[in-house]
């Protein structure tokens, strides 16, 4: 005798759920903070650019093989996209070496190589920019022979980046 009722009871709640609620969708929800009418729309494919430059722990130097040759400097270079993935993309790359200086916020001291012993380089054109290209790294290899003479280690390495649409981005490293 008790399921009958327990029957009638469950479709009583349903019927008053059914009434009370409606069959209409639910609001959309409004967004907490307006919308600015005037804010320019940013294309998807502005995440696909480099947003940050990274020099990898690959970098350093290579010994000379014989004593009349200078040193030379790898340097390992990769962009990230908005996404921290590593891209190739068309840019300019510019690399400084520094003197390291202990004990002050900005260590890069005295220039010691600047762009006008390493020129600029400019990679935004396939064949240069497939030349320096590391597919298996996904990140650029730069090769500089030079021979500072007397100065000694640590080093710092800056590398700065100017994309195509503007945007300078850089990254420091310390070379011992």
């Not at 790294?137 to 030079?146: D, N, V």
Request: with cysteine; aromatic share 14%; net charge negative.
């Amino acid at each position: 005798m008790r399921r009958p009722a327990f029957a009638l009871s469950v479709c009583l709640v349903s019927v008053f759920l059914l009434l009370a609620g409606g069959c209409e969708a639910p609001a959309p929800m409004m967004p907490s903070e307006p919308v600015d009418a005037n804010a320019p729309d940013i294309p998807m494919c502005a995440f696909y650019c480099p947003a940050s430059v990274s020099i990898l722990p690959l970098t350093g130097f290579a010994p000379p093989e014989t004593n009349q040759e200078p040193s030379t400097l790898h340097i390992y270079v990769s962009l990230l996209d908005a996404f921290t993935r590593q891209i190739k993309y068309p840019a300019e790359f510019r690399f400084e070496l520094y003197k390291y200086v202990q004990f002050v916020s900005d260590n890069k001291g005295e220039r010691l190589i600047g762009p006008t012993i390493w020129p600029d380089l400019k990679l935004n054109d396939p064949q240069a920019n497939d030349y320096y290209w590391e597919d298996y790294l996904r990140a650029y290899h730069f090769e500089f022979k030079f021979d500072l003479g007397p100065v000694e280690p640590p080093y710092v390495l800056e590398v700065t980046c100017k994309c195509g649409y503007g945007k300078r981005l850089s990254a420091t490293l310390e070379l011992k």
